[in-house]
Nanobody
Framework: QVPLVESGGGLVQAGGSLRLSCAAS????????MGWVRQAPGKERETVAA????????YYADSVQGRFTISRDDAKNTLYLQMNSVKPEDTAVYYC????????????????????WGQGTQVTVSS
């Protein structure tokens, strides 16, 4: 497993933008399917965006489609989540998650599919 460390969270006004980063260590980052999973107080975890090991296949939850963009830079061992036009309902702890998947080419939309997690970063959107 590659250790994952998120950064970039904070307080932002509704309609604003924020970019989350997830730094991974190790030489095999490019062989992992990655995702961003959020959890708001009293709510279940939700995968908001995911991509496969190549980055060419992506998934977005309906709630963020058209506003969020997931991407990866394997040269920097970093996963990103660009959040635009944020809403108060985007307030949550955002986790970076991974699953070793060098062959299947799948992304994973279920939080239960991931077996490695970062510590999370808080995103708060004020109205």
């Amino acid at each position: 497993q590659v250790p994952l460390v998120e950064s970039g969270g904070g307080l932002v006004q509704a309609g604003g933008s924020l970019r989350l980063s997830c730094a991974a260590s190790g030489r095999t980052f490019s062989k992992y399917a990655m995702g961003w999973v959020r959890q708001a107080p009293g709510k279940e975890r939700e995968t908001v965006a995911a991509l496969n090991w190549s980055g060419r296949r992506t998934y977005y939850a309906d709630s963020v489609q058209g506003r969020f963009t997931i991407s990866r830079d394997d040269a920097k061992n970093t996963l990103y989540l660009q959040m635009n036009s944020v809403k108060p309902e985007d307030t949550a702890v955002y986790y970076c998650a991974s699953r070793f998947s060098p062959v299947s080419g799948n992304y994973y939309s279920s939080p239960e599919a991931y077996d490695n997690w970062g510590q999370g970063t808080q995103v708060t959107v004020s109205s």
